[in-house]
């Protein structure tokens, strides 16, 4: 069946879509195996100018600068408390190329910024943050600055028997709390970088972060974590021009398969941005993923 | 509603259990937090007398042996080649008296034995071992001894909203292959032990397992994997006399809770055993667990 497609423009992107999932109905495939994965920064929801994570670990940071001078001078609280954020995408270029120095400080300030908190609460301030923070050109709380065709073709997929997931770079106590709302994904479907957490018996048992930096689902990481968390090769993968190397991971020979990459190529509704895109975009030709043109394949973005 | 309980014997256990999933129907618990999560050695199925992922690696390491005489006078090898099961209890006892030394031989064992194997390989190689592998005093196939009374009781949780998890020591690709036909439970919901993996691009994407051993799904790490996986407390958990942290890990106050510890105390019908019952049977009666004697609530074992 299709559902509601109505912010896809007709063409070859949404034609190569249906096609897809009336395959995968049209060859019976079995409803356990029907495995949708997508990309969450810059594939269901807008990344820029900075992920949503970024942006609540910088206002944690420039919150923890404000409370302490002598922080105000060492990276990575100087950079947030003066919203230096070519400091931070300097930090993210250099970390694609293979440059880790500048990660590796931002990551031990985000660590110590949330040692020792419940995850509950973690989960609490994250939710809040994503619920009341507005985006600073598109005007609307990042909580609902989803693609509406991505949220589109979620429904559709499910409603055709498909389970839905998300394989996120970002933090899975951080994109739970607004996963049903804002994808309409529930917690569990939510595969994302895990930060070291410790468990103790007290009060009925606590779950506390530590003060480290966590797993960064990203990269050849993707596959592992699909494989640890769902035990199946998905038919269906998502991700954008940042690349991405669970579009990679196959299926089985003889099952249906899509291969979706997202293009930012939209500058007058989101954003128009390349880094990694040439790339991405060279792999896609090599491999026959299928480009999602946001300017073109769109009808309407949010 | 009540599903076929037909296995549990009337009695205070299965009074409980009816109220419960009775009281979190009648609170009007929202279905996304109605979360049951059951060990599964001990718990779901037959552990002895030795845990089935312990003997699929003995028959493994057995079989290296018999191909390499001198790995013959070498543990793991050794006691894998002459069905030295004493040793592997001796282990395992170690183990949980804090001394780690034979399961570090034994992990390292492990590890050479499947390295660069694909995933998908070791998953027909245990989905085999398990329905091919006749219980040594119960002469039925491993996949097969699961006790009744649980698999009604996965049923009637499932029935009345719950989603069901299995949480297990064992690997995730050594259940996962058998989690459906076995338990009826979906790959997606085990969560159990992970062994260090990895990503290759090569012919769509391989995923082959390191010569490490991994990650014990056990002890502290149970509550913090059901965190990782769920994403939520768990309303009920079912462990078993082996002792299990993730009876301690309790749903937020105010929601309904049941725990219920698994005690093998029928050696006519499965087997009797006391490694570490009485601590577990302390800590039940302590922290107000319901125990589930074998003997006494099961009608039926298997």
Known sequence: MTENLASWND????????????????????????????????????????????????????????????????????????????????????????????????????????????VENFQTQSGTFLRDTMHPTLHQPLVGLTYAPMLELLRHLEANGFSTWIVSGSGSDFMRPVAQEAFGIPTERVIASLSPIEYTAADGGRITRKAQFGFLDDGPQKPVQIW??????????????????????????????????????????EFAYGSGAERALAAASENGWTVVSMKNDFARVF
Chains 1, 2 share one sequence.
């Open 11 to 118: 063409g070859p992107t949404k034609s190569a879509i249906v096609a897809f999932v009336d395959k995968v109905v049209a060859a019976d495939v079995p409803v356990e195996e029907r495995v949708a994965v997508f990309d969450a920064d810059g594939t269901l929801w807008c990344e820029q100018p900075v992920p949503a994570e970024a942006g609540f670990i910088l206002a944690k940071l420039a919150e923890m600068a404000e409370a302490s001078p002598e922080r105000r001078t060492r990276q990575p609280w100087k950079a947030a408390y003066e919203h230096d954020n070519a400091w931070l995408g300097k930090v993210i270029t250099d970390h694609y190329a293979g440059d880790d120095a500048g990660a590796k400080l931002l990551l031990s300030g985000i660590g110590t910024a949330f040692a020792d908190m419940d």
């Open 228 to 269: 640890n968390g769902v035990g199946r090769r998905p038919l269906l993968a998502v991700g954008n021009s940042n690349g991405d190397t669970m579009l990679e991971f196959e299926p089985h020979p003889g099952r249906p398969s899509l291969r979706l990459l997202v293009n930012h190529d939209d500058a007058a509704r």
